[in-house]
């Protein structure tokens, strides 16, 4: 059934857009192919267009335009019950007077298998979870953590080609959610279903899926593996959505190549960067540089780009010191010092010169 060698599109978003009122669109002109065997994660603020597009992958909401087809097939005009789709919701959506053995039979029974049949689908898919020893217990009797395993468990239980998955952790403290995230990567590792996973959560998205694609105004303003996402952010949005993010601006006065020399609009001074999304010289741009990437200048630095700064605030997080500075104008910039034996020490009050590379920098759009 999870059969992932077909490398053409199983799930195809085409033109698809949504309104609620005929006026606004919360969906705009989508266009995206999701692989089999695919983790595919919707990422963005609220009221991106993300849950929308879940819920009308699902059926429970139907596109204005546009076609959506599972398996080259469209399915715009089936109802939800036949789609064949497993789900998984962040509230579980369990049935209370149920146990859960019976939670996950009532969809095999939906579908008219037999006791036999039925029960062994049930022990795998909760042996799948590890939770084998709870089928005669209502949900009631569970925690938050043993519930969501159970959610997933039934939304896996039929053996569907496509789990759906909306923010299903977020009820969850921080460490069990850490540890779902890694369970259900592993349980789509073995299984190799099609997983579409909704979340404003940027770790999980990172640390789960083979491809997140981030939304933002009813749009997709990236797709792309969650390394290609982290380092490469194509627009300022996605730099500034993803990860924690020094932004410098300024206005471009050379373009050399893949290189271009950037005015900074406040407290003067020349940066180098990367040309990613720029129009010319002379236009507005954004420089994105990630924290871990600048470092402590010595006095006889070759970087790029070495600017004086001062330590404004120091907070201690175990593996590292988050230092905020003033530099260049900017009393928010971030820089990452690990924290090591070897490593300086630095105070507040300390003027330091920072320095980065080039091809860390990227000029992107000035928005």
């Known amino acids: 059934m999870f059969d992932v060698r077909d490398d053409t599109a199983f799930v195809r978003f085409d033109r698809v857009q949504k309104s609620y009122d005929g006026v606004s669109l919360v969906v705009k002109d989508l266009n995206l192919d ?11 603020p609220s009221g991106s267009g993300k849950t929308t597009c879940l819920m009308m992958l699902a059926g429970f909401e139907t596109a204005t335009s546009g076609d959506i087809l599972l398996g080259g097939k469209p399915i715009n005009n089936i109802p939800p019950h036949k789609r064949g789709i497993g789900m998984v919701f962040q509230n579980y959506a369990l049935f209370p007077h149920m146990t859960v053995g019976e939670n996950l039979s009532f969809p095999l029974e ?17 042996d799948m979870v590890q939770m084998g020893a709870f089928a005669g217990r209502r949900p009631a009797q569970l925690s938050g953590g043993q519930q969501q395993r ?8 039929f053996e569907p080609d496509l789990v759906l998955m909306d923010e299903p952790l977020g009820a ?23 997983v579409v996973y909704v979340t404003h959560d940027q770790t999980e998205a990172l640390t789960m899926s083979d491809k997140v694609a981030v939304f933002d ?13 982290y380092e490469e952010p194509s627009n300022a949005f996605v730099a500034a959505f993803i990860g924690e993010n020094n932004t410098l601006r300024g206005q471009v006065v050379r373009i050399e190549g893949d290189v271009c020399t950037v005015k900074l609009s406040e407290g003067g001074g020349e940066v180098k960067a990367l040309r990613v999304n720029v129009e010319g010289e002379g236009a507005q741009t954004t420089l994105s540089l990630r924290p871990e990437r600048v470092m402590i200048a010595g006095g006889d630095s070759h970087m790029d780009n070495v600017f004086d700064a001062q330590v404004q605030e120091l907070i201690y997080l175990g593996d590292h010191i988050r230092v905020r500075v003033q530099v ?6 971030i820089v990452k010092v690990p924290n090591s034996s070897s490593g300086r020490k630095v105070r507040v009050g300390d003027a330091l010169r920072l320095g980065w590379a080039m091809q860390d920098c990227r000029a992107l759009d000035p928005s």
């Not at 159970?150 to 239980?157: E, G, N, Q, T």
């Not at 105004?217 to 996402?229: F, M, T, Y």
């Open 172 to 194: 969850l403290d921080k460490n069990l959610r850490e540890r779902m995230q890694y369970e259900i990567k592993h349980i789509h590792e073995s299984l190799g279903v099609t």
């Open 34 to 44: 999701i692989a089999r065997g695919e983790f595919m994660t919707m990422l963005g």
């Open 150 to 157: 159970i959610a997933l468990a039934r939304a896996l239980v």
């Open 217 to 229: 105004d009813g749009k997709i303003q990236q797709l792309a593996p969650p390394d290609i996402l």
């Open 110 to 126: 939906v579908r008219g298998l037999g006791r036999s049949d039925r029960e062994a689908k049930v022990k795998r898919a909760l």
């Open 328 to 333: 260049a104008g900017n009393d928010e910039f």
